[in-house]
């Protein structure tokens, strides 16, 4: 079972940089003035939704997966798949799966027209070029628009992934009832992959703590029932699971109560020791092993 676990692993892996490879080809082809191929796009991530059918906890390693050098190339495949598995929670259509996962790695595509400097740079970005960087949902909509293969649920929430509930998003600053279902859905696989990332400014960071700050620190700017969706695949495929914390040491999940799902109570390895997370505040899971 452990060898069968390690060859899902690395087919997956594989996989993934196979599409990361395949996508910086096509964006490279963007930049160059190249018209979007929404069919080559769909054949770049369909390997990958498939094989998150068939093991659905890989969404738990896409961060061990970034790295700052390459993450323009790896987030929008990320966004794609994690749109595409919150999809699924919410039991949507397959036809509606593989639309958000289409919508979700084109909703960046229009970083195509930032300069390349922008897109390169290692330090903090000045007001002028973040205001540039705030264009790209204007880019990607109309670099897709006229495409035939995303239905206009898709472009919507193409142009809409960065707004936010609470009208402080952009480009138009829209709020609840205007932003599109899928919009809403994107809008989170974007935060949390974009959040659990390594960045030329940070270390990657463990999805539950990720988690936990969406929750806490952008309440009301993204959709509960969406946030809940992503957080039970987490969790559901967690129980039982052994983990590594904040601390280095090593546990194993026992148990999750519905009000605090990041902070279950755990076990660890070496002492049997039982911790209820909830109350320790200090500690969290860094990763599941």
């Given at each position: 079972?452990?060898?069968?676990?390690?060859?899902?692993?690395?087919?997956?892996?594989?996989?993934?940089?196979?599409?990361?490879?395949?996508?910086?080809?096509?964006?490279?082809?963007?930049?160059?003035?190249?018209?979007?191929?929404?069919?080559?796009?769909?054949?770049?991530?369909?390997?990958?939704?498939?094989?998150?059918?068939?093991?659905?906890?890989?969404?738990?390693?896409?961060?061990?997966?970034?790295?700052?050098?390459?993450?323009?190339?790896?987030?929008?495949?990320?966004?794609?798949?994690?749109?595409?598995?919150?999809?699924?929670?919410?039991?949507?259509?397959?036809?509606?799966?593989?639309?958000?996962?289409?919508?979700?790695?084109?909703?960046d595509c229009g970083m195509a027209k930032i300069p390349e400097s922008i897109l390169s740079k290692k330090s903090a970005l000045t007001s002028s070029e973040f205001a540039e960087i705030?264009?790209?949902?204007?880019?990607?909509?109309?670099?897709?628009?006229?495409?035939?293969?995303?239905?206009?649920?898709?472009?919507?929430?193409?142009?809409?992934?960065?707004?936010?509930?609470?009208?402080?998003?952009?480009?138009?600053?829209?709020?609840?009832?205007?932003?599109?279902?899928?919009?809403?859905?994107?809008?989170?696989?974007?935060?949390?992959?974009?959040?659990?990332?390594?960045?030329?400014?940070?270390?990657?960071?463990?999805?539950?703590?990720?988690?936990?700050?969406?929750?806490?620190?952008?309440?009301?700017?993204?959709?509960?029932?969406?946030?809940?969706?992503?957080?039970?695949?987490?969790?559901?495929?967690?129980?039982?699971?052994?983990?590594?914390?904040?601390?280095?040491?090593?546990?194993?999940?026992?148990?999750?109560?519905?009000?605090?799902?990041?902070?279950?109570?755990?076990?660890?390895?070496?002492?049997?020791?039982?911790?209820?997370?909830?109350?320790?505040?200090?500690?969290?899971?860094?990763?599941?092993?």
């Amino acid at each position: 079972n452990q060898i069968l676990l390690i060859d899902l692993n690395s087919l997956f892996q594989d996989l993934f940089l196979q599409a990361v490879h395949d996508y910086k080809k096509e964006f490279q082809s963007w930049q160059a003035g190249m018209t979007v191929d929404v069919s080559k796009v769909r054949a770049i991530i369909f390997p990958l939704l498939q094989e998150l059918e068939e093991s659905p906890l890989e969404i738990l390693t896409l961060h061990h997966l970034s790295t700052a050098n390459e993450y323009l190339f790896q987030h929008p495949i990320a966004v794609g798949l994690i749109s595409a598995f919150i999809g699924k929670k919410l039991k949507q259509t397959k036809g509606d799966i593989v639309q958000l996962a289409l919508a979700g790695c084109l909703s960046d595509c229009g970083m195509a027209k930032i300069p390349e400097s922008i897109l390169s740079k290692k330090s903090a970005l000045t007001s002028s070029e973040f205001a540039e960087i705030r264009t790209h949902p204007t880019y990607s909509y109309s670099m897709v628009k006229n495409s035939p293969l995303i239905r206009d649920a898709g472009k919507v929430a193409i142009f809409q992934h960065h707004e936010r509930l609470d009208g402080t998003g952009y480009p138009l600053g829209d709020k609840t009832q205007k932003i599109h279902p899928f919009a809403l859905i994107i809008a989170v696989a974007d935060t949390f992959h974009a959040m659990t990332s390594a960045r030329p400014y940070r270390k990657k960071q463990s999805p539950f703590k990720v988690l936990e700050m969406i929750i806490q620190d952008n309440f009301g700017k993204f959709d509960i029932s969406v946030i809940k969706a992503l957080q039970s695949g987490i969790i559901n495929y967690s129980t039982g699971s052994e983990v590594k914390l904040s601390d280095g040491s090593k546990a194993e999940i026992l148990f999750f109560e519905e009000k605090s799902p990041t902070r279950p109570l755990v076990k660890f390895k070496e002492t049997d020791e039982i911790v209820n997370l909830a109350t320790s505040r200090d500690l969290f899971i860094e990763e599941v092993l």
